[in-house]
């Protein structure tokens, strides 16, 4: 598993950079609250911003990173972003949304968070990945308990002007290699 250029390869998923074609794709799923799910606010732009995004490195840049989630038959499904923190560069935050509804609860979404995560921790000199998600979005929290994240915090935070009560997760290094989901890298 590696970062072949710009497409991170797992057993059912490619994860690609965001091209030009992909921008309707995006613009439409940042203004559609199902493709968000309940526990995250839509964040609408327009096309043309998002071409304007593409062009000015925001999707890919040297301390972050957006991929598109594509299944193999080439189909787009979501979207996982890093990026590094501005005041510990030793710590990355990564995000996700399987944007598609009918392809939830596939085991996409834990594939996309392992491969990326192995990734990170293996190409760039990181210590720790942190996510954030709503306290009661279940089916995320389920995914960063299999990937060996700890609750390390819980927080008010404002996305999009809604408050939402989240939890902070982090994995560490020194756990990272103890977890035995990332030993195994075909499951
Ligand atoms: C959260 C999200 C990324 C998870 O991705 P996914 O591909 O659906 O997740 P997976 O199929 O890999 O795993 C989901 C797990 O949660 C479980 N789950 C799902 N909904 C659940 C619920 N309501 N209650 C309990 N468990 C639930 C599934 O059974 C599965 O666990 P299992 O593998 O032990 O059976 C995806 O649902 C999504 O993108 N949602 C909308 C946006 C979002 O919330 N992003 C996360 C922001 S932090």
Redesign the pocket.
């Known amino acids: 598993m590696t970062l072949y250029g710009n497409v991170l390869f797992t057993p059912r998923l490619r994860l690609r950079r965001v091209t030009y074609k992909d921008i309707p794709t995006l613009a439409a799923w940042s203004n559609c609250a199902i493709a968000?799910?309940k526990?995250?606010s839509p964040h609408p732009i327009n096309e043309e911003a998002g071409y304007l995004q593409l062009e000015s490195g925001l999707f890919w840049g040297e301390k972050s990173k957006t991929f598109v989630i594509e299944i193999k038959k080439g189909k787009s499904i979501?979207s996982i972003h890093y990026w590094l923190r501005s005041e510990r560069k030793e710590c990355a935050v990564v995000?996700?949304?399987?944007s598609v509804p009918g392809e939830?609860?596939?085991?996409?979404?834990?594939?996309a968070q392992k491969y990326l995560i192995i990734n990170l921790f293996e190409r760039l000199k990181i210590d720790e990945i942190e996510?954030?998600?709503d306290i009661n979005?279940?089916?995320?929290q389920?995914?960063l308990t299999?990937l060996g994240f700890e609750l390390v915090d819980s927080l008010t935070y404002d996305d999009q002007k809604v408050t939402r009560l989240g939890s902070l997760f982090r994995i560490r290094r020194s756990q990272y290699q103890q977890s035995s989901i990332y030993q195994y890298y075909y499951e």
């Open positions: 968000h799910g526990y995250l979501g995000a996700l949304k399987i939830r609860n596939k085991g996409y979404g834990t594939e996510m954030y998600t979005n279940i089916a995320q389920r995914c299999k």
